[in-house]
């Protein structure tokens, strides 16, 4: 055994380390060699495919028109080694004032908060996503707990991490919450309702727009009677129509929603006025005071004389007839002020409108006696919503998307009496359709918070009038300071 150890041994030598070798002197050399290689086919990488070659992946097609001038975006330079080395996502090779030489946008909030960069949210060179495709993560790493930056004053639930039910799951929308928890005071929701506290002294949301409208009539499965006393049948559609554009429903308006069953007929003895326009106070007492004055005109004319009567030449007007009319026009205006705009009115503006007398004048409220406050209806009307073009504004919507759900299936209106009530869908009814493992029948729908929400606030929206197009598609090499627009 030991004979063979020894045996074994004999072949190998070792002072093999002290001799020496042909590849081994050749080692050093070869290295360089490899290296000078690798930096020729990169250099020829570069002069061939340009800037190509090394993206991780197109750019997307929107900036396709530029995408091998890598320079008009990427103005930073090192941004991935200061990454690395700071241990920061904090740096990008695009600054926020390249992106916006093309796009302008609002800031985020009025609040004063840190902003975060456009590349931050918008990721470029995935051409198989939009660009304002943005991951939730980008939303909850700072919506999951809002305290922590510092705003005195938060509008809004401040720890949100997911659109489903739980802990840290989406709150019920704010316009249907039984109170005012993580509802604001710069909360849109104040803009359009209030809360109120109802009989059994609980709290709801009410709509404090000053327009009068039972849809649980209007919608009665045996139908409503028109002026002809008719018996129609109405839908959702018949007043609420889809704007393709905005993918938000249009605005109701009288002339073409509400005047074929509502006309501005005064009963008698007001009935020879005809229909009255739909317009402000004091247009519409314009135009009844003219009809009064024209019927009390034609009124005292004397009749056509017959041929076989002597014909007698017109004389003046006496002033005291003039005067007398005036006042019989003041007597008769204001009956008609009651009639139309009066608490007799109830077939009339009344019908659809509040009303208030200020030095005896009727002005229009734009809002619920019953629901605002007392300093709203003390200040002009001019700046208020009757009808909210949006009730949701913090939130995006489009009803083109969701044409194939029924109407009832999100608004409950056919059971609404009062004019108060909030007819928006609850969360609950959202998540049948959008959520973590609901699927429909072809697709999943998704439930990203980009899907409802946007980053930029459109309330603070600053005015650009955009890149003109020469600059816009400039010369690749061109400076980047010449895209900026004038």
């Not at 002026?227 to 905005?246: G, K, M, N, V, Y």
């Not at 918070?449 to 600053?462: D, F, P, Q, W």
Request: with cysteine.
């Amino acid at each position: 055994m030991d004979q063979k150890q020894r045996s074994i041994a004999e072949k190998y030598s070792l002072d093999y380390y002290r001799r020496t070798l042909p590849t081994r002197s050749w080692k050093s050399p070869w290295n360089y060699i490899a290296l000078l290689l690798a930096i020729v086919v990169i250099a020829g990488m570069y002069l061939i495919g340009r800037n190509t070659t090394f993206q991780a992946a197109p750019v997307a097609s929107v900036h396709s028109s530029f995408g091998t001038d890598c320079g008009s975006c990427h103005d930073q330079s090192w941004a991935p080694a200061r990454r690395l080395v700071q241990l920061s996502g904090g740096h990008h090779s695009v600054s926020d004032s390249a992106c916006q030489e093309c796009h302008r946008a609002a800031p985020h909030t009025s609040v004063a908060l840190d902003e975060l960069a456009c590349a931050a949210c918008h990721q470029e060179h995935r051409p198989d996503k939009r660009l304002v495709d943005v991951s939730d993560g980008a939303c909850t790493s700072c919506h999951r707990d809002l305290t922590s930056t510092g705003v005195s004053q938060v509008s809004f639930v401040p720890k949100i991490d997911r659109f489903e039910t739980g802990a840290a799951g989406h709150p019920e929308f704010a316009l249907l919450r039984p109170n005012a928890d993580g509802v604001g005071p710069r909360h849109e929701a104040h803009a359009v309702a209030r809360l109120v506290k109802t009989s059994d002294d609980a709290a709801k949301w009410q709509d404090r727009g000053g327009l009068k409208f039972n849809h649980q009539h209007h919608l009665d499965p045996a139908g409503v009677l028109n002026p002809a006393r008719e018996s129609i049948q109405l839908s959702c559609s018949d007043c609420h129509t889809l704007d393709p554009d905005s993918g938000y429903m249009r605005a109701i308006e009288y002339d073409e929603h509400c005047s074929r069953c509502h006309p501005l007929n005064a009963a008698a003895p007001l009935a020879a006025l005809g229909e009255l326009p739909h317009s402000s106070v004091e247009e519409v007492r314009g135009v009844v005071r003219e009809r009064l004055a024209r019927l009390m005109e034609q009124s005292a004319m004397p009749s056509a004389p017959s041929e076989s009567s002597t014909r007698l030449p017109r004389l003046p007007r006496p002033a005291r007839l003039a005067a007398d009319q005036e006042r019989e026009l003041a007597t008769q205006m204001e009956a008609a002020d009651h009639a139309v705009f009066g608490l007799e009115a109830k077939g009339m503006c009344r019908h659809c409108h509040y009303f208030v007398e200020r030095d005896n004048q009727w002005h229009v409220l734009a809002q619920n006696p019953a629901v605002a406050n007392q300093e709203i209806l003390a200040s002009s009307s001019a700046n208020l919503q009757m009808v909210p073009a949006r009730w949701m504004r913090h939130a995006t919507f489009n009803h083109k998307s969701h044409r194939a759900v029924e109407c009832v299936a999100c608004h409950q209106a056919i059971w609404s009496s009062e004019t108060a009530d909030i007819l928006m869908p609850s969360i609950s009814v959202c998540r049948n359709c959008h959520g973590e493992g609901v699927q429909t029948r072809s697709m999943r729908v998704g439930a990203d918070c980009v899907l409802c929400h946007r980053y930029h606030g459109e309330t603070h929206a600053i005015q650009f009038e955009g890149v003109p197009l020469e600059q816009l598609f400039s010369p690749a090499g061109a400076s980047s300071h010449s895209r900026v627009a004038q």
